[in-house]
Nanobody, 129 residues
Framework: QVQLVESGGGLVQAGGSLRLSCAASGRTFSSTAMGWFRQAPGKEREFVAGIRWSGNYIYYEESVKGRFTISRDNAKNGVFLQMNSLKPEDTAVYYC??????????????????????WGKGTLVTVSS
């Protein structure tokens, strides 16, 4: 188990920026990676970005490449998501996730895209046009 607490969401105009943070505590397993997912109203939850603690594997969903940057706290206490050039279609609840499963290379992207094992409660990001 792990407690994941997201923060940093809010209302921003299109073109603006937000930085999301996720703090992890009480972890009872060895984490391999953390990531961010989002769920827009009426849509399925989707992968946004993932980062592995070792090996520098970082993957992004296509629509956020070049605009979002995931980074980590090297003490494995959490991850961040810097979101720039925000668009109205980025409006969603953003969830932090944690995962103990091992992976390498592109296999990480396929694994993470299907979901991670542990989830936070989410933080709402609203982008106005």
């Amino acid at each position: 188990q792990v407690q994941l607490v997201e923060s940093g969401g809010g209302l921003v105009q299109a073109g603006g920026s937000l930085r999301l943070s996720c703090a992890a505590s009480g972890r009872t397993f060895s984490s391999t990676a953390m990531g961010w997912f989002r769920q827009a109203p009426g849509k399925e939850r989707e992968f946004v970005a993932g980062i592995r603690w070792s090996g520098n594997y970082i993957y992004y969903e296509e629509s956020v490449k070049g605009r979002f940057t995931i980074s980590r706290d090297n003490a494995k206490n959490g991850v961040f998501l810097q979101m720039n050039s925000l668009k109205p279609e980025d409006t969603a609840v953003y969830y932090c996730a944690d995962d103990p499963r091992d992976c390498t290379g592109y296999g990480c992207y396929r694994l993470w895209r299907a979901g991670m094992n542990y989830w936070g409660k989410g933080t709402l990001v609203t982008v106005s046009s």
